[in-house]
């Protein structure tokens, strides 16, 4: 089985994951959803690409390709300039890039449940502990695990089609401007119509948890 606390490494693809606590929500409303992407972009978006996403009532998907080490080395040094920083010893920055990328996923998590917490008037942790990260290698198995997660809203009786509006694939089909990056992952299909005939049917995948 594939581990589900990859190290996240430059220009590797990872399958993000993670579910509420219990039999907790992540997702009341509308305003959840969108607050909860607004903070992806704040604090993922300088340092993954994002494939496709699915956002789900008590858990989510998505699944990134971590951005270059040059790009990586860009965005921290800068953030550390920031902070006004001592820049000293930090030469071999690339050997922080894992553990700077993974502080950013916790940093985006802890906001979110303080202000989802503050919100619904709850206490203490939103998400199972630790974040699952499975890293994705063969070409194949990523074009049935995009499938997979397009296809959890319909698997759950949310929508009859993929017209979820928290998943990427109405982005996807779309010609409008997007985050996604949307020519690489219908690269990995040849083109849109075969995109789009790959999804007609339930995928057939394994060794997702």
Request: hydrophobic share 30%.
């Amino acid at each position: 089985m594939q581990k589900t606390k990859a190290t996240l490494s430059p220009d590797h693809i990872y399958h993000i994951y993670n579910r509420a606590n219990g039999e907790e929500r992540l997702f009341y409303n509308n305003r959840n959803y969108r607050f909860f992407l607004k903070k992806y972009v704040h604090y993922l978006q300088p340092v993954v690409n994002t494939l496709c996403y699915c956002l789900m009532p008590n858990h989510f998907h998505f699944l990134i390709r971590v951005k270059s080490e040059a790009d990586l080395k860009e965005v921290f040094m800068e953030k550390l300039k920031k902070k006004n920083a001592n820049l000293q010893g930090f030469e071999n920055l690339g050997g922080l890039i894992p553990q700077l990328i993974s502080k950013q996923y916790s940093n985006f998590f802890n906001s979110y449940t303080k202000a989802f917490n503050k919100q619904h008037q709850r206490n203490g942790s939103l998400f199972s502990q630790n974040f699952k990260r499975k890293e994705v290698k063969d070409e194949t198995y990523l074009r049935k695990l995009i499938h997979y997660i397009h296809y959890n809203p319909i698997e759950a009786c949310l929508t009859e089609h993929y017209d979820w509006k928290y998943s990427s694939y109405p982005a996807i089909i779309s010609t409008q401007k997007t985050k996604i990056a949307r020519e690489e992952v219908i690269c990995y299909f040849g083109d849109l119509e075969n995109f789009e005939y790959c999804h007609k049917y339930p995928p057939k995948i394994t060794g997702i948890e």
